[in-house]
């Protein structure tokens, strides 16, 4: 089955730019999809369709997508930015959805 | 507004089953899928499973064929996981996501989560 790998955690500063790679065979060919989850809560939807953001999301957090990585970038950090976060895809082999291990964002 | 209201904490022994329901509102039921998503404590998120409310075809994670049940009463607008012969392992957290229509890809809207715990 498909495999997306996420670094375990990221550490980052208030102000500066945070960014959380999701690595996948040709994931480039694939959409992608990020979400945030705090602590006690459901997963939020940060970027859709790699690059995409719901009603909502600020315009710090954006993504992209090429090759073997996905990335999710986040600009100014905040402390209210410290969370997991996990990316997605659809395989379409399996036709099954596939979530990544999940990377913890500190904010220092 | 999109509401996705899960049913409450459950306590279960092992080998008892247990149904998790899924109420929604303020969209077309028929016009999504459902994922339900298992949260182990302290892990990741893992798929489980994907209904579509018109074929009422569910796909399912291999890791969860087979004691895992999904189904919908698009009557009421609420979907259900059922599991059943539970074992500690199965203690989680449990959320529903509304996914696609054709393709389990994307769940935007999410239930709070249920709690199933397992425990003789």
Same mark, same amino acid.
């Given at each position: 089955?498909?495999?997306? !790998?996420?670094?375990?955690?990221?550490?980052?500063?208030?102000?500066?730019?945070?960014?959380?790679? @999701?690595?996948?065979?040709?994931?480039?060919?694939?959409?992608?999809?990020?979400?945030?989850?705090?602590?006690?809560?459901?997963?939020?939807?940060?970027?859709?369709?790699?690059?995409?953001?719901?009603?909502?999301?600020?315009?710090?957090?954006?993504?992209?997508?090429?090759?073997? !990585?996905? !990335?999710?970038?986040?600009?100014?950090?905040? &402390?209210?930015?410290? &969370?997991?976060?996990? @990316?997605?895809?659809?395989?379409?082999?399996?036709?099954?959805?596939?979530?990544?291990?999940?990377?913890?964002?500190?904010?220092? | 507004?999109?509401?996705?209201?899960?049913?409450?904490?459950?306590?279960?022994?092992?080998?008892?089953?247990?149904?998790?329901? @899924?109420?929604?509102?303020?969209?077309?039921?028929?016009?999504?899928?459902?994922?339900?998503?298992?949260?182990?404590?302290?892990?990741?998120?893992?798929?489980?499973?994907?209904?579509?409310?018109?074929?009422?075809?569910?796909?399912?994670?291999?890791?969860?064929?087979?004691?895992?049940?999904?189904?919908?009463?698009?009557?009421?607008?609420?979907?259900?996981?059922?599991?059943?012969?539970?074992?500690?392992?199965?203690? &989680?957290?449990?959320? @529903?996501?509304?996914?696609?229509?054709?393709?389990?890809? &994307?769940?935007?809207?999410?239930?709070?989560?249920?709690?199933?715990?397992?425990?003789?």
């Amino acid at each position: 089955s498909y495999v997306l !790998t996420q670094p375990p955690s990221v550490s980052v500063t208030p102000g500066k730019t945070a960014t959380i790679m @999701c690595g996948g065979i040709n994931i480039g060919d694939k959409s992608v999809h990020w979400y945030q989850q705090k602590p006690g809560q459901a997963p939020v939807l940060l970027i859709y369709f790699d690059s995409d953001r719901p009603s909502g999301i600020p315009e710090r957090f954006s993504g992209s997508n090429s090759g073997n !990585t996905a !990335t999710l970038t986040i600009s100014r950090v905040e &402390a209210g930015d410290d &969370a997991d976060y996990y @990316c997605q895809v659809w395989d379409s082999g399996s036709d099954h959805l596939v979530f990544g291990g999940g990377t913890k964002l500190t904010v220092l | 507004q999109v509401q996705l209201v899960q049913s409450g904490s459950e306590l279960k022994k092992p080998g008892a089953s247990v149904k998790v329901s @899924c109420k929604t509102s303020g969209y077309i039921f028929t016009h999504y899928g459902m994922d339900w998503v298992r949260q182990a404590p302290g892990q990741g998120l893992e798929w489980m499973g994907w209904i579509n409310p018109n074929s009422e075809n569910p796909k399912y994670a291999q890791a969860f064929k087979g004691r895992s049940v999904l189904s919908l009463d698009t009557s009421v607008s609420t979907a259900y996981l059922q599991i059943n012969n539970l074992e500690v392992e199965d203690t &989680a957290v449990y959320y @529903c996501a509304r996914s696609d229509l054709v393709v389990p890809a &994307a769940p935007d809207y999410w239930g709070q989560g249920t709690l199933v715990a397992v425990s003789s």
